[in-house]
């Protein structure tokens, strides 16, 4: 699975302007239904399940980053939304850290395969090489969208070392 595919461009926002972890999770829902062009009068309806799922346990698993999700019937397929806070967001992280960089990740629910493979594609994004500390310096959306195109770029390594 690809970066490009999953991340769309206009729903990076490397300045996000919410500074609750339910306002940033609403504000990068608000993102990607504009960017994907989502039905509007699901926006909180997503934003309620995303909460929710982060109610249950919070999917801030350390070094800065979070990485919130729900599955919903509007949604196609999988699609992700990318926010960096400067300052820091208590998402209670397991390392008791602020997160500076949130994505959030949008499946059909009737796909939990793809879902899955998403938010492994997600993960492993950001713990490969300096990605976290970049996107976390990144101050602008161009910069940001360099990232994702060039975790798509880079050799996938060969098992032969």
């Known amino acids: 699975m690809k970066m490009t595919d999953l991340v769309l461009p206009e729903a990076l926002i490397p300045e996000l302007a919410a ?69 820091g967001i208590d998402f209670s992280a397991l390392d008791h850290e602020p997160v500076q960089v949130v994505i959030l990740l949008l499946s059909p629910p009737d796909r939990p395969d793809e879902h899955l493979a998403a938010m492994q594609r997600l993960y492993k994004f950001v713990q490969a090489g300096n990605t976290r500390r970049f996107l976390c310096s990144s101050q602008t959306r ?10 798509d770029e880079v050799p996938k390594e060969s098992g032969s070392r």
Request: proline letters at 5%; charged letters at 25%; a positive charge.
């Open 19 to 87: 500074t609750s972890r339910n306002g940033v999770i609403r504000e990068l829902v608000e993102r990607l239904i504009a960017c994907a062009g989502l039905d509007e009068s699901s926006c909180d309806r997503i934003a309620r399940a995303v909460i929710q799922r982060e109610q249950q346990g919070t999917t801030a698993f350390g070094k800065g980053v979070a990485l919130p999700h729900a599955r919903h019937p509007g949604v196609r397929r999988p699609l992700a939304a990318i926010g960096r806070s400067p300052e």
């Open 142 to 151: 161009e910069a940001m969208w360099d990232l994702v195109v060039e975790a």
